[in-house]
C-alpha cells in the first residue's frame, strides 16, 4: 500500500524538527541563564563576603575560588564539560553539582509526582463534573472553589496549613530540619503538607480549563448526534466527549507538570525543603553559576520533555487528527499532492 | 562568615522575606486569631518579655537551635570570612573575651600585663587545660592558632586589625603556659584586639583541618556537620570551667525567616539564632503557648552613613544640620516600637564602660540655619533602604519623616536587598545600614571611623580623630585613655558622617522550656544555657 511510502515522512519529520527544537531550547536556555546571572550585580566572592567585601578579602576568594579566569571561558568550558555529562564543581562548597542536583531533584520528585498524579486526576475528574453539569449545584461549587483556590497564593496556603496541621493541630512537621542531608526515610512525614500545596496550587487551573472545554464539547454536534443515536449519558460523557474535551486541558496540564518537576522556590522554601526550588534559590544567590546553569539545564529538559509528551498524548487523543491523516492519504491516492506540489 | 558585621546569610534571609512578606504578615494575623482564641488573651497587645527565663536547669537534655546558614561554603575555622558562627563559642575558646561592658576579662588566658610603653604584652595562660582530641592546651596553640589568622591565605577579616600591630613573628612561648607579644606599636587596648569572635584557639596540629573537625577546648565537642545544613555537639566532660548543662545541641540550617519561626512555633526547634524578628512575629511568637521572645539588648547598631566624599555630604555643615533635625527618641519609637535606645549619634553602645554620657542637642532651627549657611537650604537627597533587615524601612521613613521640619526633603529608595552591601552600601551618598555591636571601643573607633579603613562605611576621613586614636593606644594609663575614647566619641558626634539613631534589641524566639538564654555582643552563654526541669 501507498502509505508504507508517506508514513515515515509523516510522522519523522515533525518528530525530528521537534527533535531538533528541543535541543536548541536547552542550548539558548542556557545561554540565557548565563548571560543573566552575568547581568547580576557582584560575583560569588562578594556575595559570600557580603559586608565583609573588603578589595583585599574578595581578591583573596576570588583567587581561592578560581574566578580570576575570564567568565566566557568558564561558560565554555562548562558547556563543552556539560554535553559529556560533567557538570562540573560548584563555586560555593566545591562538591561536583551532579549529586547535589541529583538528590535535590529526587526529593522534588518525591513531592511532585505524587502532587502530580493526584492533582491530576482529581482535578480533570472535577473539571468534567463541572461541566457536564455546568449550572447546577456541584457546578457552581466546584468553579467556586477552583476559583478561591487560584487566588490564593502559594505560599499563603502553605502557611495555612502549617498553622493548622503543624502548630494547631501538630500532626506534620513545619518544615524540614535536616535539610540536603535529609534521606527518603526521613523526607517522608514532611512531604504530605507539600504535596497537598502543590496539588491545590495546580489543580485549580486544570479545573477551570477541563470544565470550559467539556462545555465547548458538550455543546458540539457530534455530542448531540451521539445523544440523538440514543446512547446514555454516560457513554456519551466518557467516550465520546472527554477524549475531545481533554485535549485543550493537555497543554496547561503539560504547563503545570514541568512547573511542578522544575521545582517550586516558594513552596520548597516556606518548608525549607531541600528541593531544586531551594536550590536554585541559594545559587542565584550566590551567583554559583555550575550549578544555576545545571539546574537551569534540567528545567529546560523538563519542559521540553513535557511539551513533547503533550503533544504526542493529543496526537492519540485527537481523533481529528488521526482522521486527517486518514483523509490526506486517501486524498493523494486521488491525485490531490502534485496540486500541492505544483502550488509550491 | 558572621557577626562583625551581620551578613549575606542575614541577606538571604530577607531576600526571601521580601519574597515572603506578605505571607509573614497573613501569617501573622492568622496566628494572632488562633492563639487569641486558645489562650483567651489579646495577642495584639501582648508586650514583649523584657527577659530570658533564668532557673535551674534539668541535667542533660539537646538543644535544638536553627540558623540561618552562611552558604555551603561556610567552615568550622573561625578565622576566616566564612566561618559557621553558632558553632564557634559552643566549640572553643579565645585567650580572653569580653564581659558586657566591653571589658576584657579571662578566658584561655589567665591574666596579662604590659611594658611601660604598651609594646610588649605578656599573657599568663591557663594550666590543665585539653583539647576535644586530649592533647594539651599550650602556647604554642595560641601561636600557631593567631598566625593562622596573620597568615594572608587565611583571608581573616581580623588580619587587618591584628596585623597593624603585630606579624606572625611578633610571638614567642616563654614558657608551656607563658605567651609573650613584642607589638611594632604601642597599643593599650591590644588584648581587647583578641576578643574578636576570628580569635579562637584550636590545636597547633589540626589548623590544617579545622574547618571540619572543630577541635578546641570548648563545652561542646563536635559529633557532625555539615556545610548549610544538620550539625550536632556533645557535652564536653573535660571543660575547664566544668560540664555544660546540657547534654548536646542540634544545629538546624532553616534560610527562610518565616520557616524558622514556624519550626519554633510547631515546636520542631528551640531557639532562633542570629534572627531579629519583626514586630508583627515577635508578638506572634510571645503570644503563643510554645514559645516567647528574649532581648539581646541593644545587640543591633543602626546606622545611617552619609557618604562624605559625596557632593551633597562634603560640608561638615550639612553633616551637622542632617543631625540636629532630628529627635532620635523618635524614631525609637516609630521605627523600634521602643525596644532599643537613641543613639544620639554616637556610635558607642550605652552598655559600654567607654560611653559618654553627653547627648547632642536636637535643634531643626540650627539645622535650618546651618543648611543656609552652606547654602543647601533646598537639600534634596535620595535615602536607599531595603528588605535587608526588618527594621532598615522603618528607620528610613521615620527618619525621613523627622527632618521634613528642618526643610529638609529625602526620597525613600528601595534596593534589592541581595546586592545591598554590593551596589548601594559606601556607594549611595545617603542610606541606612546596620551591625552587630560587641566590637571593644579600640576596635570599633579603629575599624568603622578612621580614615581609609575598609569597613569605613561613611568614607569619613579627620585628622584630628585618627591623632586621638594613636594617642589612645599609646596612653597606659587607664583614665587618661579614657578621656581620649570620649572625645573622639565627641568628635564623632560634631563632625562625622555616619549617624547612629538608635540601638536595636534583637528580638529573639526561643521555645518556652529554655533557661539561663544569654546573649550579648558576640558572646553565647553555651555553659548554662538549658532545659526548664
Redesign the interface.
Known amino acids: 500500500m501507498t502509505t508504507t511510502t508517506s508514513k515515515p515522512s509523516d510522522v519523522l519529520v515533525p518528530v525530528l524538527r521537534r527533535l531538533g527544537i528541543a535541543v536548541l531550547t536547552v542550548v539558548l536556555a542556557s545561554l540565557f541563564v548565563f548571560l543573566a546571572v552575568q547581568a547580576l550585580p557582584g560575583d560569588v566572592a562578594q556575595q559570600l563576603l557580603g559586608q565583609n567585601a573588603t578589595p583585599d578579602a574578595v581578591k583573596q576568594l576570588r583567587e581561592s575560588l578560581g574566578l580570576d579566569q575570564n567568565v566566557w571561558l568558564r561558560y565554555l568550558q562548562w558547556l563543552a564539560g556539560a554535553v559529556h555529562g560533567d557538570f562540573g564543581t560548584s563555586l560555593v562548597s566545591g562538591e561536583p553539582v551532579a549529586p547535589t542536583l541529583f538528590t535535590a531533584f529526587r526529593n522534588s520528585m518525591l513531592i511532585a509526582v505524587p502532587a502530580m498524579v493526584v492533582g491530576v486526576t482529581l482535578s480533570l475528574a472535577l473539571g468534567v463534573i463541572a461541566g457536564v453539569r455546568r449550572g447546577r449545584a456541584s457546578d457552581r461549587v466546584i468553579s467556586i472553589v477552583s476559583l478561591v483556590v487560584m487566588s490564593v497564593p502559594e505560599f499563603m496556603v502553605a502557611t495555612v496549613l502549617v498553622l493548622l496541621f503543624a502548630i494547631g493541630l501538630p500532626l506534620f512537621p513545619a518544615v524540614v530540619l535536616r535539610g540536603s542531608d535529609a534521606t527518603v526515610g526521613e523526607l517522608l512525614p514532611t512531604i504530605w503538607l507539600p504535596i497537598i500545596v502543590l496539588t491545590l496550587a495546580m489543580a485549580a487551573y486544570i479545573v477551570r480549563t477541563a470544565r470550559s472545554s467539556t462545555i465547548d464539547v458538550m455543546a458540539s454536534e457530534f455530542v448531540t448526534t451521539a445523544e440523538l443515536k440514543g446512547l446514555t449519558m454516560r457513554r456519551v460523557v466518557w467516550k465520546h466527549a472527554v477524549p475531545s474535551a481533554l485535549l485543550p486541558t493537555l497543554n496547561v496540564v503539560a504547563l503545570n507538570v514541568a512547573w511542578l518537576l522544575g521545582g517550586v522556590v516558594v513552596v520548597e522554601n516556606v518548608f525549607n525543603y531541600p528541593g531544586m526550588g531551594k536550590l536554585m534559590l541559594e545559587s542565584v544567590f550566590n551567583r554559583d553559576l555550575p550549578t544555576i546553569e545545571a539546574i537551569a539545564l534540567l528545567s529546560a529538559l523538563v519542559y521540553v520533555v513535557c511539551n513533547l509528551a503533550a503533544d504526542l498524548v493529543a496526537l492519540v487523543l485527537d481523533p481529528k487528527l488521526r482522521t486527517r491523516q486518514r483523509r490526506a492519504r486517501t486524498r493523494s491516492r486521488t491525485g490531490t499532492r502534485p496540486t500541492r506540489k505544483a502550488a509550491a | ?1 558572621q557577626p ?5 546569610r542575614n ?2 534571609g530577607p ?2 522575606r521580601a ?2 512578606t ?2 509573614a504578615g ?2 501573622g494575623l ?2 494572632l486569631t ?1 492563639t487569641g482564641c486558645s489562650s483567651g488573651a489579646s495577642a495584639g497587645t501582648t508586650d514583649l518579655p523584657e527577659a530570658a527565663a533564668t532557673g535551674t536547669a534539668r541535667s542533660g537534655g539537646r538543644l ?1 537551635i ?1 540558623r540561618p546558614a ?4 561556610e567552615t568550622l575555622d573561625s578565622a576566616s ?2 566561618s559557621a558562627y553558632e558553632y564557634l563559642g559552643a566549640l572553643y575558646n579565645r585567650l580572653v573575651k569580653l564581659d558586657q561592658q566591653g571589658r576584657t576579662v579571662p578566658d584561655l588566658a589567665e591574666e596579662w600585663s604590659a611594658n611601660q610603653d604598651g609594646t610588649e604584652w605578656t599573657f599568663r595562660l591557663r594550666r590543665g587545660v585539653r583539647f576535644h582530641d586530649g592533647s594539651r592546651f599550650s602556647a604554642d596553640d595560641a601561636i600557631a592558632s593567631i598566625r593562622h589568622i596573620l597568615d ?2 587565611t ?1 581573616s ?1 581580623q588580619a ?1 586589625v591584628l596585623g597593624e600591630v603585630m606579624d606572625a613573628r611578633s610571638m614567642t612561648a616563654v614558657d608551656t603556659y607563658t605567651l609573650r607579644f613584642a607589638l611594632t606599636k604601642p597599643n593599650a587596648e591590644f588584648p581587647s584586639l583578641l576578643t574578636a569572635y576570628q580569635c579562637y584557639i584550636v590545636p597547633a596540629g589540626a589548623i590544617a583541618d579545622i574547618g571540619r573537625t572543630g577541635i578546641g577546648t570548648g563545652p561542646f565537642r563536635l559529633s557532625s556537620f ?5 550539625g550536632s555537639v556533645e557535652a564536653f566532660d573535660d571543660h575547664f570551667a566544668g560540664r555544660p548543662a546540657l547534654d548536646g545541641i542540634d544545629f ?5 525567616t ?3 519561626v ?2 519554633l ?5 528551640d531557639l532562633i539564632s542570629q534572627t531579629n524578628l519583626d514586630f508583627a512575629t515577635a508578638r506572634v511568637v510571645a503570644a503563643s503557648d510554645r514559645a516567647t521572645i528574649a532581648r539581646s539588648k541593644n545587640a543591633q547598631w543602626y546606622t545611617i552613613p552619609m557618604l562624605a566624599t559625596s557632593e551633597e555630604f562634603r560640608d561638615p555643615r550639612v553633616r551637622q544640620a542632617m543631625k540636629l533635625a532630628y529627635d532620635p527618641r523618635t524614631i525609637v519609637d516609630t521605627a523600634l516600637q521602643g525596644t532599643g535606645s537613641p543613639g544620639w549619634d554616637n556610635p558607642v553602645p550605652p552598655q559600654l564602660a567607654a560611653f559618654v554620657d553627653d547627648h547632642r542637642e536636637y535643634d531643626p532651627d540650627k539645622a535650618k540655619a546651618l543648611l543656609r549657611a552652606a547654602g543647601r537650604s533646598d537639600l534634596r537627597a535620595s535615602i536607599y533602604t531595603s528588605s535587608y533587615e526588618s527594621v532598615f524601612t522603618p528607620m528610613a521613613v521615620a527618619y525621613r519623616d523627622a527632618v521634613a521640619d528642618a526643610g529638609i526633603r529625602l526620597t525613600v529608595k528601595n534596593a534589592s536587598s ?2 545591598y ?3 548601594i ?1 559606601m556607594q549611595k551618598p545617603l542610606m541606612v545600614s546596620y551591625w552587630f555591636t560587641g566590637r571593644p571601643i579600640d576596635q570599633l573607633l579603629n575599624q568603622i571611623f578612621r580614615s581609609g579603613s ?2 569605613n562605611e561613611s568614607a569619613w576621613s579627620n585628622e584630628r580623630f585618627d591623632g586621638l586614636l594613636d594617642d589612645a593606644r599609646a596612653e597606659m594609663d587607664d583614665a587618661k585613655r579614657l578621656t581620649l575614647y570620649q572625645d573622639a566619641q565627641r568628635l564623632v558626634v560634631e563632625d562625622g558622617a555616619d549617624m547612629t539613631p538608635m540601638f536595636g534589641d534583637r528580638l529573639v524566639g526561643l521555645s518556652r522550656d529554655v533557661v539561663n538564654y544569654s546573649e550579648y555582643g558576640f558572646e553565647f552563654d553555651y555553659l548554662r544555657i538549658g532545659l526548664r526541669r
Open positions: 562568615m562583625i558585621v551581620p551578613e549575606p541577606a538571604r531576600s526571601r519574597l515572603l506578605g505571607a497573613l501569617a492568622g496566628l488562633l535544638r536553627a552562611a552558604s555551603a561554603a570570612s566564612l594572608e591565605k583571608g577579616p587587618g555539615t556545610p548549610a545544613g544538620a538546624y540550617s532553616i534560610q527562610d518565616t520557616a524558622r514556624n519550626a512555633l510547631a515546636g520542631q526547634i541581595d546586592s552591601y554590593t551596589q552600601w575598609s569597613y
